[in-house]
């Protein structure tokens, strides 16, 4: 990473509760023809939350705690990681800042960073939901982009297009994108759902479809001026029933294992493609 931060581009999206065992089984099953273009040949790698909830999630994420490889070969080195005495997942090739989170050790290091919300905890219609989209320089939100809009990701990605429209040529960029579509409630991804249906794992399902479909456009958006290093994945996923419980902020399998993937796009400017 000390060669990739100021080189490349930086995209960070989190599929904001998506689940391990869907992500996986779309993939296999060729339902997620945009993602697959990207995704590692291994596919998604099963990996831990470092947390159970968008807001304990992402304050990790933010300071360079991503979901942990979920496995017991451990410690396992971090991509980023704040400078503090005793850590033993910083090892030689992780980029370590003296700040207190990722957005604000970026921008010394002379990027534009900027946020595109999704779910609540990004909304800043108050003091909690602000606290996030607050680490960066920018931040977009608006109920368009927010959970219960059916366009909600295809809106997200517009936004980052004029951003990375109108960024600085000499200027490299860290884009955030809190993706809200998985979120409940999805039922009106999944033709022929309706409100009485409610939320289930396939209109879980239906939605990630959804994302996939648009998820090129924000790609080549942020490989447009140069290399774009992307991580994507879930910050937590979220219960059907299983085991009697619905929902996350709970310590079940399905809430703490997500998918997980980072790659580089290759730049490929306007004029190539």
């Not at 971090?78 to 990722?102: I, K, M, N």
């Not at 910050?235 to 902020?249: L, P």
Request: hydrophobic residues 40%; charged residues 15%; aromatic residues 10%.
């Amino acid at each position: 990473m000390n060669r990739v931060v100021g080189s490349h581009d930086l995209l960070l999206v989190t599929l904001d509760t998506l689940r391990f065992d869907v992500a996986a089984e779309l993939l296999a099953a060729g339902r997620l023809p945009n993602l697959a273009k990207v995704l590692p040949p291994d596919g998604w790698e099963r990996r831990h939350s470092p947390g159970s909830f968008t807001y304990a999630a992402h304050q990790a994420i933010l300071a360079g705690f991503l979901p942990t490889p979920a496995t017991p070969d451990g410690p396992h080195p971090r991509l980023f990681a704040a400078r503090f005495a005793g850590s033993e997942t910083t090892g030689s090739r992780t980029w370590v800042f003296d700040a207190p989170d990722l957005p604000t050790a970026l921008a010394a290091a002379g990027y534009r960073t900027v946020c595109i919300g999704g779910v609540g905890f990004f909304n800043k219609q108050g003091p909690l939901g602000s606290v996030l989209p607050g680490l960066f320089q920018e931040s977009h939100w608006a109920p368009e982009l927010g959970v219960p809009s059916p366009t909600s990701f295809e809106s997200q990605v517009a936004v980052a297009e004029r951003v990375a429209a109108g960024q600085p040529p000499g200027q490299p960029l860290f884009l955030f994108v809190n993706v809200s579509a998985l979120h409940q409630p999805n039922w009106f991804h999944l033709p022929g759902a309706t409100r009485a249906d409610g939320d289930s794992r396939a209109t879980h399902a239906a939605a990630l479809e959804y994302v996939d479909a648009h998820v090129g456009r924000l790609f080549a958006a942020m490989s447009a001026r140069r290399p774009c290093f992307a991580v994507v994945c879930s910050d937590h996923g979220t219960a059907y029933g299983e085991d009697g419980y619905t929902g996350h902020r709970i310590g079940h399998e399905v809430v703490w294992t997500v998918p997980y993937a980072h790659f580089t796009l290759p730049a490929t400017p306007q004029e190539s493609r």
